[in-house]
């Protein structure tokens, strides 16, 4: 059996955000049952055992078949490896495919989570007020080469949703708390209609409901 680690709850701001969800989400698409394991933010995530697992304490975790993950990039793709929803079958488009979950990790989220970073947690230091401006015009540059790339095909390649567009989503997402997708109606487009697969909405409501179950009273 498969099994997912992922946080028992997390503040609002980051539910619905945190990368297990890229996880769940391949697994459903895949059509792989699993088990989820809950830890606590703090105390669990910094024990030695859980450190065995994931040796920086974050999540998601992966295990299966006594295989050890982590980092959800290496874990979405060993899934999808193994499902034609999420790989096509064709050599060139596979990697194609793998070609989009780097650039969504390497060109996209590391510009992304900048602006989220500094709007979440710094925006009243100095330094975040001084960094601001020419990490959102890279950022937003970013997302207006991928948009035009993107054109008006409904995912990234012409074969389909791949586990490229999956990972590509779901740095989306996070750029959209801060402001970044709303106003390029190309890429609100693609995340709607990404989000709109029904692997998507079950994972999504599957990471919720643990956050909701563990609520601080």
């Not at 910094?46 to 299966?64: D, K, L, N, T």
């Not at 490896?81 to 060109?107: C, I």
């Not at 997402?173 to 801060?178: A, S, V």
């Amino acid at each position: 059996m498969i099994r997912v680690y992922a946080f028992k709850w997390v503040p609002p701001f980051a539910q619905g955000l945190v990368r297990d969800l890229r996880v769940r989400w391949a697994l459903e698409e895949a059509g792989q049952p699993y088990e989820e394991v809950l830890i606590g933010l703090g105390e669990d995530q910094a024990s030695a055992q859980y450190r065995e697992i994931q040796p920086f304490g974050q999540v998601p975790a992966y295990e299966e078949d006594g295989l050890r993950l982590f980092e959800s990039g290496a874990i979405v793709l060993r899934i999808a490896a193994r499902s034609e929803t999420l790989m096509p079958h064709d050599g060139a488009a596979r990697a194609k495919a793998v070609q989009w979950v780097f650039a969504a990790l390497n060109s996209i989220e590391p510009h992304v989570q900048q602006i989220a970073l500094i709007l979440g947690f710094y925006k009243d230091e100095e330094w975040a007020k001084l960094r601001r401006p020419s990490a959102l015009e890279m950022a937003e540059r970013r997302l207006d080469q991928l948009a035009e790339r993107l054109g008006e095909k409904p995912f990234l390649e012409e074969g389909g949703f791949t586990v490229g567009d999956l990972m590509m989503t779901s740095v989306l997402r996070i750029g959209d708390t801060c402001g970044l997708i709303e106003g390029r109606p190309t890429l609100s487009a693609y995340v709607a209609r990404c989000e709109s697969r029904p692997a998507f909405q079950k994972a999504l409501a599957d990471q919720l409901r643990p956050f909701a179950a563990n609520a601080p009273a």
